[in-house]
């Protein structure tokens, strides 16, 4: 009996194929720390759009024109260790006409990216490719500085002749950046929080228009520990908490920070994290209505997350050899929620946190100063977050409202999520 012979898939059925895997990947590996929830959204749908597209094609043997190739590229893009929080993806940015494929941030900068997916033999300097170039490069020098990027990155996913790149480096200033160098990075995992990955591009080219005028200033040194034991570090015990701590790393000098929020801050010392849960959800309901009242059932929630997830584990992953800074704002909030709120205990590792943290001055970056205080972006959230970003540090919190909001804005904003807890008074 004669093998039988397997047809190959026509083109249509190989994109339908590509573009289901992808929104695979989308949906179930790219981790929330890479985009945003309302990117995410946009990039489904275009995924769902492109697919009806291949769906109702009469006669599938057909060649085709597909975009699948570009969404790829995109995704391809955003897997980039140094790549976060992108806000906006295949949109314009508001308040300009230009279209934008990502706004991000890559390093610790703001950023925009255009991708393109083009057959390289048919990119020319004189196309299409100077327009759209030269219209995104002014819209970056113009753009509001709440918007701003630092950079501009045009990435050619399946390479760029020589002579184009030429061009490119001459018309726009811009430097080709070898992106595969030293890739062996801390990137974000599906749970959200960091290890080392590798990423590749085989055959891209990369290119980065630096912009003008870049005000996220970033100074030299941070101050040194500011404490009521003038830097004389507090004892660790052997339990979570003690080698949450042994985590962070001392000193002043900028570099692998990581800010924090009086949310992050109240998770780390709270008692449901610190071995309280399973005592607490064995007190008799009535105590524990009449002890929380209102907030019975969001206490008996996190009890419950933390006896399946504990989130001091989870934090040692995202603190390992970082910095710890608060603003002087974090601090009074935070000494104020603990002498109120606070049990002995979690009064205790209050001050043991205290110690080892580097407190700085309030000082917003201008970009989130320029921001409008609404509502949901108020002004003590600002100067946190702003400070956080002034030093180019990603914010831990559980303020998933603001950060919510900021990413409304399409602004890109580093920060690490957690889930919430609350001080119990032991």
């Known amino acids: 009996m004669e093998p039988a012979v397997v047809q190959p898939a026509s083109e ?10 992808l929104q695979e990947l989308i949906v179930n590996s790219l981790p929330p720390s890479k985009l945003s929830t309302l990117a995410k959204l946009t990039l489904l749908r275009l995924l769902r759009a492109e697919l009806r597209f ?11 024109t597909s975009n699948i190739g570009y969404f790829e590229s995109i995704v391809r893009v955003l897997l980039h260790p140094a790549l976060r929080k992108a806000s906006r993806l295949c949109k314009p940015v508001p308040s300009c006409s230009v279209h934008v494929d990502i706004v991000c941030s890559f390093g610790s900068s703001p950023s925009w990216f255009l991708v393109s997916d083009c057959n390289p033999t048919r990119i020319s300097w004189t196309g299409s490719l100077r327009s759209r170039a030269e219209r995104a490069l002014l819209a970056a020098r113009s753009a509001s500085l709440a918007l701003k990027p630092a950079c501009l990155f045009l990435v050619f996913s399946r390479g760029l002749p020589d ?25 974000d995992l599906k749970e959200g929080w960091i290890g080392v990955g590798w990423w590749e591009m085989k055959g891209s ?57 009086t949310t992050a801050l109240i998770a780390m010392v709270s008692g449901i994290s610190n071995d309280s849960a399973e005592t607490l959800l064995r007190e008799p309901e009535g105590d524990l209505r009449q ?13 419950t997350s933390e ?11 995202a603190l390992d050899g970082k910095k710890g800074i608060i603003c002087e704002s974090v601090r009074l909030e935070f000494k104020e929620l603990i002498f109120m709120c606070g049990g002995a205990k979690e009064k205790l590792r209050a001050g043991q946190l205290l110690k080892h943290l580097i407190v700085v001055p309030d000082r917003p970056s201008a970009r989130i100063c320029d921001l409008p205080t609404t509502r949901k972006i108020g002004e003590k959230n600002k100067v946190i977050f702003g400070t956080g970003d002034h030093y180019h540090a990603p914010t831990l919190t559980a303020n998933s409202g603001f950060v919510r909001a900021i990413s409304q804005t399409s602004m890109s904003l580093l920060t ?3 889930r919430p807890r609350a001080l119990t008074g032991d």
């Open 416 to 418: 690490i999520e957690h």
């Open 307 to 317: 006896l399946e997830q504990p989130i001091l584990v989870e934090l040692k992953v």
């Open 205 to 261: 080219r990369w290119f980065r228009v630096k912009i003008e005028g870049d005000d996220l200033e970033r100074v030299n040194e941070v101050p040194r520990f500011l404490t009521v034991s003038n830097g004389e570090k507090a004892h660790l015990g052997k339990d979570a908490f003690g080698e949450l701590l042994s985590c962070l790393r001392p000193g002043g000098i900028v570099g692998d920070l990581i800010n924090f929020d």
């Open 54 to 64: 291949l769906f109702r094609l009469s006669s599938p043997s057909t060649r085709i």
């Open 12 to 21: 249509a059925e190989q994109a339908k194929r590509r573009c289901l895997c």
């Open 163 to 187: 002579d184009t790149a030429s061009e490119i480096g001459r018309h726009l200033a811009a430097v080709e950046v070898d992106v595969h160098a030293e890739c062996n990075f801390f990137e």
């Open 291 to 303: 002890r929380f009242k209102r907030n019975y059932k969001f206490v008996i929630a996190q009890a």
